[in-house]
Every structure is written in C-alpha cells, then in structure tokens.
C-alpha cells in the first residue's frame, strides 16, 4: 500500500514504539496533523508554547528513558523549540524533534515562515536531517532515533517540508538497518585501560566516586552501588547524577560544587582518587581548575571521548559504556574497607552540617523541601526550574529512586519546571510528581497549565515564591554591592487566583505552620494544584563556592550567634 | 589559549553529504579559529570525501575541536596529523603582468619551481605552481616585482607517509597524558 510522507512518518513513529508527542501545528505541518488524527494510538498532547513540546519531550525522556518526541511547524514553531533542544544537547538528552518546513519549491526564498532550522539547530542536537524525499522519511526517523538514544544521547532534529508531507505516495518500507559509517557508540572498555584503572582503584587509600548524569542514562545504579559498597568509596552525586544513588546510604557523600554540601567539596579537595563515572567536571563542579581535587589521580569513566581531558585531565580515561565496564570492572575490585577516610568524611559532615535548616519562624523554602521529602518519603519525581530553588530541591530532598530529579542542568533554562513536569507525568503517570517551580520560571512556561488542565495531567505544583529573580538576587547581594536592579518582582500576578482561573485548586501557604496540610491536600485533591508557598525573600543559599574560585572560598551559612 | 598558536593539520574522511562542511567548519567558528586553508574532494571510497584543513591554534583546543569531530554523525574518520611524517602538497595560479621585455625573465624564473606556463596572454601569463606552501610563497615573492594580477590557491591536501591509510581516530582516544593535571596545566574556564 502506498501511503503519503505523512503517513510514514506516523508507521515510522509507531516502529519506534512512540506513543506519544507534544506540539502544536502550524501551516507547514498541517499534512503530519492530517495523518496523525488517524493513529490514536499516538498520542498527541497539544501545548501552549512550542518551548514546552521541547521541554515537555525532555521531561518525558528522563523520566522514562525512552525517546521524547516533539513536534511544530516552521519558522516560529520551530524556532521556539529551540531553547528545548538546546537544553536536551547539554544534558544529553535523548529526544526526536520533528519540523515541519515550507514546500521544496519554497525553500531559499524566504518564503512565509520559512527559517533554517536545521542551520539553527546545527550546533544544538547531535544530529539533524533535511529530509527531502518521501523515500527518505523511514530511515531518517529510523536514524534519528537510534542516533538521539545511543551512546551519549541527545536530541534529533527532522525538517520535514510540507510537500514531503503531502504530495507523493510511496511504499512504506521500514528498513532492517541503518548505515552510520562514522558512527560507533562504544561499548565494552579496552583491557589496558580497565587494568590501569582497577589498579589505581585498588591502590587508592581516599577515593571518591563521582557519579554524573551518565550512571541513570545507562541505568547503572546497581552496578553503581556494588562498586562502593564492595571497595566502600563514598559516592558523590552531581546535580545530574543526584537520584543515581540512594540519598540516605551511609556512603552518600553528598553533591559538590558551587552550592554542593561542603563536606564534599572538602573530601574532593583530600581524595587521592576520582573516579568520574559518566561526568564532564562541568564548571560549576570544579571550581577553579587549578585548585580542584590537588591531591587526586582521575580515572575517568564516560562514553564520550570528547570527554577525556576536556576539562580535567584523566589518569586514565576508560572509554566504554558506563554499565558494562562497571560490570567489568566489578569482579577486579578489590574488597576493601577504607575506614579512616570515611571517618574522617564523617567528620567533615558534623563540622559542616551544610544541610542544617536553621530554626525560625519564618518560613524558609529549605523547610518546604524537607517538609516535602519527609511527606513524599522521597519517592516523588522533582522537577525544577533554575535558581536558588533548584539548588534546594538538589540539597533538601531525599531521592530514593533514579530519575526522580528533573533540572535544567547544562543549559539551566529556567521555565523547565513546568513542561518538563509535565512530560515527566504523562511518561510515568504511577509516579507523584512536584514541580518546584521559581516564581519566576513558573511565569516563563504557565501557559500551559492549560495543557496539564486540557489532558488531566496530575503535576501538583510548588512555588517557592520570594518574589524575586532569586539566584541573581543573590550574586548581587554577594557580589554586585546589594545593587538589587531587575530582580524584584514587584508586580506578580495572584498564584491562587490563577490557578482558579485555569480551573485548578490553588493554596497559598504564608506560615511555616500550614506547609504540612497544604502539601497533603495537594497531594489528595485530583488532578494539577497549586501550591502558592510566600518564602522568605533574601534567603541566600549555602554552601556557596563563587563562580571560579576554590572550595577555599567557600561561603558556609553563617551561624547566628548564641545569646544565653 | 587563543588563535595564535601552530599551525595543525587535520584530516577527516567524511561522508558526502549536504551539510557536513558546515557543521565541520563550525566547530572551529565556536572557537573563533580561522580555517587557513581547506581542501575536499572525493576519497578512495564511494560515498566518501576526504577533507585537509589547516587551523591556527593551540594543541589543546586543536585537539578537543579534532575530538569533537569524530563526534559527527557524518564524519568517519579524523587525524590531526600534525606531528605525522606526511607529504602535503599544493596548487596555485598565478596571473603576472608581462611585457615583452619581461617575458622571457619570468620563463627562466620559474623553471627552478618546476612551475608551468598554462596561459598566455599579451600582457600576462598563468603560471601553474605545486608543492609546499613555502615553495609556493617563494615564487611569488619573486613574481611580485612584475606586478601579479591574481593568485589563486587551491587549499593543502596532505596524507601521511608509509602504509598508513589515514590515522584511525580512536588513536586520540586511547593516550593516556600520565601524571595528574599540573595546576599551570589547567584550562580555566574563567568565572562569569
Ligand atoms: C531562561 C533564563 N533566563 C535567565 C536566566 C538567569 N537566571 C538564573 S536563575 C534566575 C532567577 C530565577 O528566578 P526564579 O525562577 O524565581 O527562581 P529563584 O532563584 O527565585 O528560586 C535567573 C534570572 C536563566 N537561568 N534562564
Ligand atoms: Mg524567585
């Protein structure tokens, strides 16, 4: 049977087991829109803003692994994607982003919405495809989705021209292979390099495992937890790779960095032995290069060998897919005890409690986290947004399951935390899922509490509301003399009454005293709440390692003093 | 740890398709490294063309930007084959002004280069000259006093020596620098 490019694009989706896509259509991708009404069994969920299909495919895509998919027309459909693939690239995210495009004919015209999307994208997906003939179609998207999840993921972008779409009828034909010559995603690590590492490991007296992004994208979690509990290294999790180990083992070590807890940036600082599993020493990890970890060798696990002296120089760089070479390494580790440092790690957790909510009345947004964690029993799926509430949602919350953290890490787009959640529910609609949303993030993406309303998705979500651009407010307290322009949010609209408005219950919460029902009656009202919670304002978050600088200058909470 | 380092030999065997010089030219525009010279053409292998570029740059940042070829999809192959024996040749054209009185002086000039004469007008002359980049200057250093009307270059192709059939990428891969980064080793990002 003959089918249209449309068409195909439909059979091809359903061969990639898609079963569903957020977007919005437009002129260009009209015909795909014309098909996709005949294939319930994809499922479309309609946004509000373009930016949200993107972010919404993303949060689909952490929370299950899968491949999100995400779809618009062209011009301004598709340039308003663009901070959604952008953010997927960083954080390597596997996602199918399909466009449509204006008819052949029209392309290099400047015809009406017609923009280079694929130019645009070039430096922001991993991979992207002008896809110019109806025979193309089926192994462009079978190339696009094998690319977007294998080896290091991230996203694909498909420029589909209408004319593609409509015109001809061809024979549908899913191909058996693809044909990347240059593409090999690796695998199992080269010996040389797993028995130099091994040994390093085995030699270590203070090693720490970081664990990045990479142990969930190869769901290597168990692999993970034997590693330190057999050869008992303390784990420290980057802000990606926090949800990778449980938040409450006694080898949790915490996450470092520019607001990690300080006890881990400080056992970095000691470590005789990294061993970076799926991480890239992201700046705001390291700190100034020259300072970070002084005293430690690297054994440098990732899939990407880009990666490898990028930014911190490997001892030894092992190339391989994280879960099989822990697999390989995990019968060569020796079993080991590592007594000291880990008392001496202990230490450094009572002499820097930096997880310590201090007591007030005021209503602090850490003690919504905690609250939040305590009552959640660290089970719920935490999506954020950016700023000073995401790094309180990475400090104050107790993730028990993989991918249960959400963040807009690499790009630190803020407005993440509303698509994304929403993605993340509809992937995984047994899972609770909290949006901990900014103020004003929350003001970048709400639109689209229409869609969570419209397709009865069930995101409750949690507004730290201090009624400024927090974290920027915060490095001019520190760093711009108190000169707080263009942060305050004088003006922000009734949370409450908003949600009322979408036809959703609202909560304001102002008193430390009504956190606990207001997060129970979310919980227990169907269907998306919002929970409207008045923080305290120049709430500064601590620890804090100034951009650049070293775990020397670090800036921990300052204690109040004592008055007996 | 800017432009203004060695100059690097890059090769990179890719497929032929719309776009890929494009996104291999960017990688170098992200850093703000000029492509001094460029060659494509056609490899050994159907569906395949073989790219020679030459960047200015650091080792460093030449060797992350190399690294992150091989990352594209389309691109097979890549060596910086900088430190390689190699052979590496190149084309130019060179149009001269030329009157009677001179003709004769600028045949002799160029024999030595085992330059040829492919175009001859009455007031100017093609000369086609192949070798290194020196050679290639040194002619016309020595042309310029006749008053040269245009120089045309064709970009260096190079391949390095021996059976060798173009360094595999996973070489780069697979060093080990040994010792722990060197505080004055460190790439700072710089704070912002
Ligand atoms: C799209 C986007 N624009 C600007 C920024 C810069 N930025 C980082 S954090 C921040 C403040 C975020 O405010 P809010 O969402 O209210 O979170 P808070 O820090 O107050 O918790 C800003 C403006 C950003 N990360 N993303
Ligand atoms: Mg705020």
């Known amino acids: 049977m003959e089918l249209t490019g449309a068409e195909i694009v439909c059979e091809s989706l359903l061969k990639e087991d898609v079963d569903v896509i957020f977007g919005l259509p437009g002129g260009a991708v009209l015909p795909f829109y014309g098909a996709l009404s005949g294939y319930p069994q994809l499922r479309h969920i309609l946004v509000r803003h373009e930016q949200a299909a993107a972010m919404a495919a993303d949060g689909y895509a952490r929370a299950t692994g899968k491949v999100g998919v995400c779809t618009a027309t062209s011009g301004p459909g598709a340039t308003n994607l663009v901070t959604g693939i952008a953010g997927a690239m960083m954080d390597s995210i596997p996602m199918v982003a399909i466009t449509g495009q204006v008819p052949r004919p029209a392309i290099g015209r400047d015809a009406f919405q017609e923009t280079d999307i694929t130019g645009i994208t070039l430096p922001i997906t991993k991979h992207n495809i002008l896809v110019m003939e109806v025979d193309d179609i089926a192994p462009a998207i079978k190339e696009a989705f094998y690319i977007a999840r294998s080896g290091r993921p991230g996203p694909v972008l498909l420029d589909i021209p209408k004319d593609v779409l409509a015109g001809e009828r061809r024979p549908f034909v899913w191909p058996d292979a693809i044909d990347l010559q240059g593409y090999y995603p690796p695998g199992e690590a080269d010996d040389i390099q797993l028995s130099q590492a091994i040994e390093l490991i085995n030699q270590a007296e203070r090693p720490v495992i970081l664990a990045g992004h990479g142990v969930l994208i190869s769901h290597a979690y168990a692999e993970l937890r034997e590693l330190a509990e057999k050869a008992q290294i303390p784990v420290i999790t980057t802000l990606l790779g926090i949800s990778s180990f449980p938040t409450d083992h006694f080898l949790h070590a915490g996450m470092p960095g520019m607001h990690g807890m300080a006890y881990a940036s400080l056992a970095i600082d000691k470590a005789d032995l990294l061993i970076s599993l799926g991480m890239r020493f992201d700046d705001r990890v390291t700190g100034r290069l020259s300072d970070f970890a002084p005293n430690a060798k690297v054994v440098h696990v990732d899939v990407d060998p880009s990666e490898f002296h990028k930014n911190v120089k490997a001892t030894v760089p092992v190339l391989g897919e994280l879960k099989q070479v822990l697999r390989q390494m995990l019968p060569v580790v020796e079993r080991k005890t590592h007594v000291e440092w880990l008392q001496y790690i202990d230490t450094l957790r009572a002499e820097h409690p930096s997880l310590n909510i201090r007591q007030t009345n005021e209503l602090l947004p850490q003690f919504v986290m905690k609250q939040l964690s305590d009552i959640t029993e660290g089970e719920a799926i935490i999506v954020t947004g950016v700023g000073q509430h995401q790094m309180w949602a990475a400090q104050h919350y107790a993730y028990k399951e993989p991918n249960s953290l959400l963040t807009s890490g690499g790009l630190g787009a803020m407005g993440f935390e509303v698509p994304a959640a929403l993605g993340a529910k509809v992937g995984k609609p047994e899972k609770t899922v909290w949006s901990i949303a900014g103020d004003g993030g929350f003001q970048m993406t709400m639109c689209d509490l229409a869609t969570a309303v419209e397709n009865n998705i069930d995101v409750k979500f949690a507004i730290l509301n201090n009624g400024t651009l927090g974290m920027v407010h915060q490095w001019q307290e520190f760093f711009y003399d108190k000169d707080f322009f263009a942060t305050v949010y004088s003006g922000n609209p009734d949370f409450v009454k908003l949600a009322d408005a979408f036809g959703i219950t609202g909560i304001r919460v102002t008193d430390k005293s009504q956190v606990e029902a207001a997060i129970r009656q979310a919980m227990e009202t169907p269907g998306p709440v919002v929970v409207d919670f008045i923080v305290k304002q120049d709430e500064q978050v601590y620890p804090m390692i100034p951009a650049g600088e070293s775990v020397k200058e670090m800036m921990e909470e300052p204690v109040p003093e004592r008055i007996f | 740890m800017n432009g203004n380092g060695q100059h690097h030999t890059i090769i990179a065997l890719v497929q032929d398709k719309p776009g890929v ?117 040194a002619l016309y250093d020595l042309l310029e006093p006749f008053g040269i009307l245009e120089l045309m270059r064709t970009g260096r192709v190079a391949m390095v020596r021996g059976l060798s059939q173009g360094k595999v990428s996973d070489d780069l891969v697979l060093d080990y620098h040994g010792d722990h980064l060197k505080a004055s080793e460190a790439y700072e990002v710089g704070s912002y």
């Open chain 2, 21 to 137: 010089l494009t996104r291999v030219a960017g990688l170098f525009r992200r850093r703000g490294f000029n492509i001094s010279s460029l060659a494509v053409g056609n490899s050994e292998q159907k569906g395949l063309s073989r790219m020679t570029f030459v960047v200015d740059g650091d080792q460093y940042t030449v060797d992350q930007a190399t690294r992150q070829l091989d990352k594209l999809i389309e691109v097979v192959k890549v060596a910086n084959i900088s430190d390689e024996e190699i052979v590496s040749r190149e084309l130019a054209l060179i149009k001269v002004q030329v009157t009677p009185d001179t003709r004769g002086e600028i045949l002799e000039l160029v024999q030595p280069f085992r330059a040829e004469i492919v175009d001859v007008g009455a007031k100017s002359m093609v000369i086609e000259v192949t070798g290194s980049g020196d050679k290639i200057r």
